[in-house]
């Protein structure tokens, strides 16, 4: 795999948990990916759950990252979305970085910072998608032949290209995919308009005449 060290497993607790653990113990280097074809405890974001079962996905990439950076998420997304794209299937964004196929959601991303790195978890429903109270899932198996080991080496690839592209192009593409542009949100109990994202990252919200740049995940649509 062209410039990544990767580390897989059939099934693991967490490919995140796994990348978090090689950090702490100093093996960790840019570009080292951990993956999994199973977790028996997979995370999401908001200390949700992420249903790991065996057939999909998994897989935990490890950056050089001194810093944080709000538009990582981005780049992520338009990284999965294009690789999709790659195979025939039509994703659409939901901020920050849901993709979703027909409103269903095929693929989510985990983004946590430790130490000088950043670990960007990524799972793609493959070959199964479990049922979950939130929301309805779907699977790439639906829509193409491509296992996962071929959808992994696009998704590589595509990392490379969006995290060192120009945030314009980013956004570009990420805001052609995003669903709910100019539709109502909800924004600390207030009904407001997404409007996109700006230079750094932050999300634009319109309150009436006032446009609000939003940081974080407070926004529910
Ligand atoms: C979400 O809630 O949408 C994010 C889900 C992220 C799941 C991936 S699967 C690989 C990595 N390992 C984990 O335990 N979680 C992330």
């Not at 991303?109 to 960007?120: D, H, N, P, Q, S």
């Not at 939130?134 to 696009?154: C, G, P, W």
């Not at 956004?171 to 995919?177: E, F, H, S």
């Not at 207030?190 to 006032?210: C, F, H, K, M, P």
Request: aromatic fraction near 10%.
């Amino acid at each position: 795999m062209g410039g990544y060290k990767v580390f897989s497993f059939d099934k693991i607790q967490s490919t995140q948990d796994y990348a978090y653990d090689m950090i702490a113990n100093g093996t960790a280097r840019d570009h080292c990916v951990v993956t999994a074809l199973a977790q028996s405890a997979g995370r999401g974001r908001y200390r949700r759950k992420w249903v790991s079962h065996h057939g999909n996905l998994y897989a935990s990439f490890i950056f050089d990252s001194p810093e944080r950076d709000p538009r990582l998420s981005y780049a992520v997304a338009v990284a999965i979305a294009e690789t999709l794209i790659t195979f025939g299937i039509h994703p659409t964004i939901k901020w920050p970085n849901d993709i979703l196929i027909s409103g269903k959601k095929i693929s989510g991303v985990l983004i946590e910072y430790a130490g000088r790195f950043v670990i960007v978890g990524i799972g793609i429903n493959v070959h199964t998608n479990p049922t979950v109270a939130e929301y309805e899932t779907t699977r790439t198996d639906k829509y193409t032949r491509a296992d996962v080991a071929e959808i992994f080496s696009v998704l590589t690839k595509n990392l490379d290209k969006w995290m060192n592209a120009k945030f314009d192009s980013v956004r570009d593409v990420w805001m052609k995919l995003a669903i709910g542009i100019n539709a109502p949100v909800k924004y600390r109990g207030e009904i407001v308009e997404l409007i996109g994202i700006n230079d750094s990252g932050a999300l634009v919200v319109r309150r009436g005449s006032e446009y609000l740049w939003i940081h974080g995940d407070e926004i529910m649509m």
